[in-house]
Nanobody, 119 residues
Framework: QLQASGGGLAQPGGSLRLSCAAS????????MSWYRQAPGEQRELVAS???????DYAESVKGRFTISRDNAKNTVYLQMNGLSPEDTAVYYC???????????????WGQGTQVTVSS
């Protein structure tokens, strides 16, 4: 189970920090990611981080957003600074994980958290 939190309303130029904790039967987590989907748009990758700490960002958020993870807590974070109205979307966390050593890795999704940037 993935539980995302931290969304809400922010003013342009403001900041928000999203968290997503994975709970339940988890054997191993590989990549943890954040996606977002704006109304009428396709879901897009915002940022991802591997188990080794390598990160990747969408061009539109580079220099403004920072993804991090706490492996001991099975939690991924997204620090969002310099928010603009174009960042308004539902943000979803996703993990590529397996629940046991004999089970293949699969992608699991959180329920989404709304981020609205408006003055």
């Amino acid at each position: 189970q993935l539980q995302a939190s931290g969304g809400g309303l922010a003013q342009p130029g403001g900041s928000l920090r999203l968290s997503c904790a994975a709970s339940g039967s988890i054997f191993s987590i590989n990549t943890m990611s954040w996606y977002r989907q704006a109304p009428g748009e396709q879901r897009e990758l915002v940022a991802s981080i591997t188990s080794g700490g390598s990160t990747d960002y969408a061009e539109s958020v580079k220099g403004r957003f920072t993804i991090s993870r706490d492996n001991a807590k099975n939690t991924v974070y997204l620090q969002m600074n310099g928010l603009s109205p174009e960042d308004t979307a539902v943000y979803y966390c996703s993990v590529f994980a397996r629940v046991n050593w004999w089970v293949p890795y699969s992608t699991y999704w959180g329920q989404g958290t709304q981020v609205t940037v408006s003055s």
